[in-house]
């Protein structure tokens, strides 16, 4: 057996079985991809574009999880400054 592929299924065990099944499923031959005015015509919406900001991460992150990650909090959180040359104390040697 080569890398990549899966033994023939009379040669499982149950166990096998049920944890190697969503490979050979995720193997089987699938239909050609659907066109979005295919897929509007099965009744299928467009989802409204989600907004990449970390507030929007947040959110739904709370929403999904019923967390307490509060924004506002890496919102106000002061920046820091970079380091610049005349700061660092280089000793010459």
């Known amino acids: 057996m080569t890398q990549g592929t ?15 099944e969503p490979f050979y ?5 699938h239909d050609d991809v659907m066109t ?4 509007r015509a099965a009744g299928a919406k467009p ?6 900001a970390l ?5 739904a992150f709370n929403t999904a999880y019923g967390a307490e990650l509060d924004y506002s909090k890496v919102e106000n ?3 820091k400054e970079e380091p ?3 700061d660092s ?3 010459d040697c």
């Open 6 to 20: 899966l033994p023939p299924r009379h040669t499982l065990t149950v166990r096998e079985y049920a944890a190697l």
């Open 25 to 29: 499923k995720a193997q089987r031959p």
């Open 36 to 39: 979005w005015r295919q897929l």
């Open 47 to 52: 989802k409204p574009k989600e907004d990449p």
């Open 55 to 59: 507030k929007f991460v947040c959110v």
């Open 77 to 79: 959180k002061p920046k």
């Open 84 to 86: 610049t040359p005349a």
């Open 89 to 91: 104390h280089a000793t």
